[in-house]
């Protein structure tokens, strides 16, 4: 994955500014796409699914109204696709490059950041997120989508399970009606409920890059004229000898460079080196081991796999609660007791 183009524009809309006027995050955005297709390094069969997607996108007035299965479709006439792969593969930026080819602006929701904000009145507020995308004629982007499209709770004892159960039923029902174009991204797709199969029309697996899609990955990070890179710098060793994603790369090539910065002597005659690169991708990696690590076991913990891991967490979790609660109880008629038998004597 690789973007070269610069940042992407910020727009306010009046519908909803309730989810961007608190903290210092911003839950929802509207974006004016930048990017294309051509800013983006991809595996070829990754590629070839997003101009299927596209294809689909282009042709959907050609088939609902000009073919008039719109009179025999009333709903389940909008567009979904899933975006699903590792992090830092080219997710966000291509549903940036989707929006673009078909001259619409995307609007953002990162549902793990807004949850949070939203308690009590999350199935209200996604309701308002697909009216927000209809009015602006956005595409509707919702990254980290297994944090919303989660698997649904049988029991639902709990009241976060009933209104987790409730927002999953509102999205299923707006993708339902919804006439335009949605975009779910994912790292963890088998986390889906399964109702969502049947609304998604089109899967798109983003893969890690290969070695020559690492290549170009690298040298498109550099500015051709302006970066200051020395004799030593060979992108294809650091390609073969690092099979990273396109995210990863990026985060190197930005510490490589304030490394080279900060060296000793005047500007003009600084240069990144190949150990800078090197250094830089050892710290990436690095840091992926820290963020596995938790104080619940011996070291670290393996990343979650595609088979629930979270979900089992999520129960263990639920259980020590429900027991410290049932202790806290016991606690509570205890002092009670104690105090009621002081009185009587």
């Known amino acids: 994955m690789h973007c070269a183009s610069p940042a992407v524009k910020l727009v306010t809309h009046p519908l909803i500014s309730f989810f961007t006027g608190r903290g210092s995050r911003r839950a929802v955005e509207t974006v004016t796409p930048e990017r294309t297709l051509a800013d983006v390094v991809l595996p070829p ?16 007035t050609l088939i609902f109204r000009g073919w008039g299965l719109g009179e025999r479709h009333v709903s389940g006439r909008g567009l979904t696709f899933n975006f699903a792969g590792p992090p ?28 949070s904000m939203w308690v009590g009145e999350t199935p209200k507020n996604i309701a308002g997120l ?10 509707l982007f919702f990254d980290e ?6 698997r649904r709770s049988t029991g639902a004892a709990l009241p976060h399970d009933r209104e987790m159960n409730l927002t999953v039923n509102v999205l299923l029902r707006e993708l339902e009606a919804f006439n ?46 302006k970066t200051p ?26 510490k490589a460079a304030v490394a080279a910065a900060a060296e000793p002597g005047v500007d003009a005659g600084k240069k990144i080196l190949q150990r800078h690169f090197e250094e830089a991708m050892e710290e990436v990696i690095s840091a992926h081991s820290v963020m596995q690590q938790s104080v619940f076991t011996d070291c670290r913990i393996a990343p979650p796999d595609q088979t629930g891991n979270f979900q089992n967490i999520e129960a263990r979790w639920r259980a020590a609660m429900i027991v410290s609660l049932t202790l806290a109880g016991a606690a509570f008629l205890a002092s009670l007791l104690a105090v009621t038998l002081a009185y009587l004597r």
């Not at 966000?92 to 990162?110: P, Y």
């Open 45 to 60: 069969q990754t590629r070839r699914s997003l101009e299927q997607a596209l294809a689909q996108v282009r042709n959907h």
């Open 88 to 115: 830092g593969t080219g997710k966000t930026i291509c549903a940036e490059a989707v929006a673009h080819a078909v001259g619409m602006k995307l609007l953002v929701v990162d549902y793990a950041e807004a949850e």
């Open 130 to 139: 697909f009216r927000a995308a209809a009015d602006q004629d956005a595409v």
């Open 145 to 150: 989508a297994d944090a919303i499209a989660t």
């Open 180 to 225: 335009g174009i949605v975009i779910f991204a994912t790292n963890l797709a088998a986390n889906f409920d399964p109702a969502f199969e049947r609304r998604i029309r089109t899967h798109v697996l983003f893969e890690m890059p290969g070695l020559e899609e690492r290549v170009q990955i690298w040298q498109l990070q550099i500015h051709p004229t």
């Open 229 to 254: 890179l020395a004799r030593d710098v060979d992108f294809r060793q650091l390609a073969e000898r690092y099979a990273v994603s396109g995210g990863d790369i990026k985060n190197a090539v930005i």
